[in-house]
């Protein structure tokens, strides 16, 4: 009898490393780079290219959102 995944607390697409889990790496991270990671991480592990693609376009608009946010940070102020 094989036994079924866990897809709630331990779906394939985010063990797919040698059994690491992707959220131990990401919750070590701001919110941004952790989504970026996790969307890279899971990409072309749900089957289809349009996930896949779907996966890294998401990937791509955190990691935008994250570099934006650190330019606003360091920008000097203009007062």
Do not use: C
């Amino acid at each position: 009898m094989s036994k079924e995944p866990d897809l709630v607390n331990h779906p394939p697409h985010y063990t797919a490393y040698s059994g690491l889990e992707i959220i131990d790496l990401t919750e070590q991270m701001n919110f941004n780079r952790g989504n970026a990671v996790k969307y890279i991480a899971r990409a072309g592990f749900k089957g289809d290219d349009a996930t896949e693609i779907q996966d890294l376009e998401k990937a791509q608009w955190y990691i935008s959102r994250e570099i934006n946010r650190i330019k606003q940070t360091k920008e000097p102020d203009n007062e």
